[in-house]
Nanobody
Framework: VQLQASGGGLVQAGGSLRLSCAAS????????MAWFRQAPGKEREFVVA????????YYADSVKGRFTISRDNAKNTVYLQMNSLKPEDTADYYC???????????????????WGQGTLVTVSS
């Protein structure tokens, strides 16, 4: 599967952005999808994931209550709605996909085989 992320930009603190990740292929609904982010000088970190089956979602504590992941299997797209943005949310955001992995590893970047290019989100104070 190939992934194409979009929607990043510059926003003031407290503002909102919606990221999109469009996937190629006919089996998108079979993939767990996730967003990770990497700030300058920091390691890539898990943000949120949505399971293929049932659509259960998993959030990092730092974004819980502010970010929402959703997927539209008819459009082969996953979305990340980001509200109440903070300067510490500034990072490159990456979408990722995996298939056939256990739930316990959903937060681990190494369990995702497919990655999109990053889309930069900059939150000004």
């Amino acid at each position: 599967v190939q992934l194409q992320a979009s929607g990043g930009g510059l926003v003031q603190a407290g503002g909102s952005l919606r990221l999109s990740c469009a996937a190629s292929g006919r089996t998108f609904s079979s993939y767990d999808m996730a967003w990770f982010r990497q700030a300058p000088g920091k390691e890539r970190e898990f943000v949120v994931a949505i399971r293929s089956t049932g659509g259960s979602t998993y959030y990092a504590d730092s974004v819980k209550g502010r970010f929402t992941i959703s997927r539209d299997n008819a459009k082969n797209t996953v979305y990340l709605q980001m509200n109440s943005l903070k300067p510490e949310d500034t990072a490159d955001y990456y979408c990722a996909a995996r298939i056939g992995k256990i739930l316990a590893t959903v937060r681990f970047a190494g369990s995702y085989a497919y990655w999109g290019q990053g889309t930069l989100v900059t939150v000004s104070s």
